[in-house]
């Protein structure tokens, strides 16, 4: 299979490239820096800058992951822009190009997030559920989805991957926890009862196979564990995978002065559930949280 991938090179497109290598599968990665895709994804991974320069081969599938960390800083006019034209700008560049092809990939896979949902407190959401609350990063993720729908007019199916907080050794949310674990500093953030929706990056890229591989997949999957955790759990929970205390709270005052709206991603949460995933049949590796912290405390 020829898959093309955008955000390639990023914590979850990297682990893409080296699991489907290792399956023989044949793979493009779309990047401002294709000099680096070799390096970072695998030596039988094709590094392009322009779409055009994908010729007239075969598609079979696109993976569609670009986009701007959304949590690295405050979102300022600037930085909404730049989340903006990261995710919506380029699929529509994704979009007006696969409109020009002759041949066309049978499935769009793209990436959203639970933040979808919006902060739903207590709440128990499914891939069913709507917004409950409209921040930015909800209104984020629901032009980005709208955006790659489209491509259902040109006779692909779509899929749409709303991933949790993706717990991995080499990057992503853990990375910036690490530090303040490691010395003690940890603790709950705000009062701790947000609901955290994880999944282990095992998961993630197991589950973003299983829905290449379907040909009855489309639409929205919670990418996220069947048990999500309040936030004080998943605290006290890597303080015991790490041997540290987890104890020092980080107050949403604080946050809210330093972060301004960004600090709505910290002090909200989802409480969702992969319904759509445990019907079609697809297996968690890891369903609760503490086994997922275990696995991956040694490399932390």
């Known amino acids: 299979?020829?898959?093309?991938?955008?955000?390639?090179?990023?914590?979850?497109?990297?682990?893409?490239?080296?699991?489907?290598?290792?399956?023989?599968?044949?793979?493009?990665?779309?990047s401002r820096r294709p000099e680096q895709v070799g390096r970072l994804c695998g030596a039988g991974v094709r590094g392009i800058d322009r779409l055009e320069a994908f010729g007239?081969?075969?598609l079979d599938a696109v993976v569609n992951l670009a986009g701007?960390?959304?949590?690295?800083r405050p979102w300022s006019s600037a930085r909404?822009?730049?989340?903006?034209?990261?995710?919506?700008?380029?699929?529509?560049?994704?979009?007006?190009?696969l409109e020009q092809r002759q041949q066309r990939p049978s499935v769009l896979i793209s990436g959203s997030a639970v933040g979808w949902y919006g902060d739903a407190g207590e709440r128990e959401i499914t891939e069913a559920s709507r917004p409950v609350k409209e921040d930015f990063a909800s209104q984020l993720c629901i032009a980005w989805e709208e955006t790659a729908q489209q491509a259902e007019a040109l006779g692909i199916r779509v899929v749409l991957v709303r991933t949790g907080l993706v717990l991995a050794s080499e990057g992503g949310f853990l990375s910036r926890l690490r530090l303040p674990f490691k010395l003690g500093l940890g603790g709950p953030i705000g009062d701790g009862r947000q609901w955290m929706p994880w999944i282990h990056i095992n998961d993630e890229i197991a589950l973003i196979d299983f829905l290449l591989q379907r040909?009855?997949?489309?639409?929205?999957?919670?990418?996220?564990?069947?048990e999500p955790v309040r936030n004080r759990e998943f605290a006290r929970r890597l303080g015991r995978a790490l041997h540290r205390p987890a104890l020092l709270p980080l107050p949403a005052p604080v946050l809210r002065f330093g972060l301004g709206?960004?600090?709505?991603?910290?002090?909200?949460?989802?409480?969702?559930?992969p319904v759509r995933l445990l019907a079609?049949?697809?297996?968690?590796?890891?369903?609760?949280?503490?086994?997922?912290?275990?696995?991956?405390?040694?490399?932390l």
């Not at 990297?14 to 044949?26: D, E, M, N």
């Not at 701007?68 to 690295?72: E, F, G």
């Not at 040909?215 to 564990?225: E, L, M, Q």
């Open 1 to 30: 299979m020829h898959i093309l991938l955008t955000g390639g090179t990023g914590l979850i497109g990297q682990r893409l490239c080296q699991y489907w290598l290792a399956k023989g599968h044949q793979l493009t990665v779309w």
């Open 56 to 58: 007239d081969q075969t």
């Open 68 to 72: 701007a960390p959304i949590a690295d």
């Open 80 to 97: 909404r822009a730049l989340l903006w034209g990261s995710r919506i700008t380029l699929t529509e560049q994704l979009l007006a190009w």
């Open 215 to 226: 040909n009855d997949a489309s639409g929205p999957y919670n990418a996220c564990a069947p």
């Open 261 to 273: 709206e960004l600090s709505t991603l910290l002090l909200g949460g989802q409480r969702a559930r």
């Open 280 to 299: 079609a049949g697809f297996t968690f590796q890891f369903n609760d949280v503490q086994s997922a912290l275990d696995e991956l405390s040694s490399r």
